[in-house]
């Protein structure tokens, strides 16, 4: 566990709507005694911190600030970089990528500079291709900087497998890689429940309704409510529990892929093990042709969309 005199800080980056249910999952869960809230909008992210303050009473012991001055992340443990531009009703996520590109050309080298030994999450979207476009402009190793990825897509697959076969959640194992977007892969040969394949409790049909239904989920929340917040919120929360708490967790975040399956320099979600130095390392699943030859078109996809913002 990463610890210090002051104990742990984690700082989130963006007061919007996923940085501050990112920031209320982590004060319920006790993940950090403090949490620092940083955006360009003063009133906006004092307002969040005054309001996370004031149910301090009821949730594990905390300290909460928030500032448009970006020192207020200075010696972070973890830094969740939820800042970027807002995807539309219409929109997929690569369509973000210039605006957010923008932003992150400023952003990046300062928050290195006030925490440079903080591991950093980037969970704004497209976050394979801004997690990409973060390491080049930081300099830093994958390890210390990578991408909430298909944390998220990992979590809705699980949830519709449960409720089709009637079992917790928890019991289901399976995976989503690549893009967390539209190119993103279901893991299907390696998907169990128990120990169960997954393969043999649902027919192919429902398999492909379901993966189809997770690559949508965002959007049909988007055109309902304008943005998604609260899953991506725990789901991001869960990923630093991982490295606050050095759990050496398997999660599918993404992170620089090079040489594996003969995918070479692009980020993209592979299970991992995450723990207090970030990404420990990827682990090699087994793939069928069919899943491999899907990974590397995401992999081709993502690459594709750096190499348009100039990276």
């Not at 975040?253 to 993209?268: A, E, M, P, W, Y």
């Not at 699943?285 to 899907?294: C, R």
Request: hydrophobic share 45%; charged share 20%.
């Amino acid at each position: 566990m990463i610890s210090s005199s002051r104990g742990t800080k984690l700082a989130v980056v963006g007061a919007g709507s996923v940085g501050s249910t990112l920031a209320y999952a982590s004060m319920i869960h006790g993940l950090a005694r403090s949490v620092a809230l940083y955006d360009v909008n003063l009133a906006k992210v004092r307002a969040e911190a005054l309001d996370l303050r004031q149910g301090l009473q009821f949730v594990p012991a905390a300290h909460v600030e928030g500032s448009d001055d970006i020192q207020i992340c200075a010696d972070a443990d973890v830094i969740a970089v939820t800042a970027g531009a807002k995807q539309k009703p219409g929109q997929t996520r690569l369509d973000l990528a210039a605006s957010t590109t923008e932003l992150m050309r400023t952003l990046m080298p300062r928050l290195v500079e006030v925490a440079p030994r903080a591991v950093i999450i980037m969970v704004t979207n497209p976050v394979d291709v801004i997690t990409y476009v973060a390491q080049k402009l930081t300099g830093l190793p994958p390890n210390q900087l990578f991408g909430s990825g298909t944390v998220l897509d990992t979590a809705r697959l699980r949830g519709l497998i449960a409720a089709r076969c009637q079992v917790a959640v928890q019991n289901v194992h399976a995976y989503i890689v690549g893009e967390h977007g539209d190119s993103e892969i279901p893991l299907w040969s390696s998907a169990a429940v128990g120990a169960v394949p997954v393969t043999d409790l649902v027919p192919e049909a429902e398999r492909d309704q379901m993966a189809h239904d997770v690559v949508h989920a965002a959007y049909e929340i988007i055109q309902g409510k304008g943005a998604t917040n609260y899953a991506i919120g725990v789901s991001a929360g869960r990923i630093i529990e991982a490295v606050l708490r050095d759990e050496h967790r398997v999660l599918p975040v993404s992170t620089l892929v090079d040489g594996h399956l003969g995918i070479d320099d692009v980020c993209l979600s592979i299970p991992s093990v995450v723990g207090a130095a970030g990404v420990e390392r990827q682990l090699h699943v087994p793939m069928t042709d069919h899943e491999v030859a899907g990974l590397r078109a995401s992999a081709d996809e993502l690459r594709s969309a750096a190499r348009s913002l100039g990276f």
